[in-house]
Nanobody, 124 residues
């Protein structure tokens, strides 16, 4: 069983920054892909960023390219999402997710492990 625990959410003004963390435990992640998704009220869960745990390759949603950076710390089994130049439209609950395999995926249905989510609110 995989456990994913997010932290780092909060309230920030537009233009500010936050760093989300996702602590992973329960299995070996060397052959896994991790992702960040977000869900705003009344909207479907949407892809934000993903990373191949062993190779470090990444992919981003167009809406966050150049502003957000996904990274991982193998020694600490932790995935990060650095969010800069935040906008009010980035307001959502952010979820960390994991899946076995090496191919990057952007569909939430392709991920089988999920954290509980952390709220990010960006004020204008």
């Amino acid at each position: 069983q995989v456990q994913l625990v997010e932290s780092g959410g909060g309230l920030v003004q537009a233009g500010g920054s936050l760093r989300l963390s996702c602590a992973a435990s329960g299995r070996t992640f060397s052959s896994s892909v991790m992702g960040w998704f977000r869900q705003a009220p009344g909207k479907e869960r949407a892809f934000v960023a993903t990373i191949n745990w062993s190779e470090g390759s990444t992919s981003y949603a167009d809406s966050v390219k150049g502003r957000f950076t996904i990274s991982r710390n193998n020694a600490e089994n932790t995935v990060y999402l650095q969010m800069n130049s935040l906008k009010p439209e980035d307001t959502a609950v952010y979820y960390c997710a994991g899946r076995r395999g090496r191919l990057l995926r952007t569909n939430p249905a392709d991920f089988d492990s999920w954290g509980q989510g952390t709220q990010v609110t960006v004020s204008s």
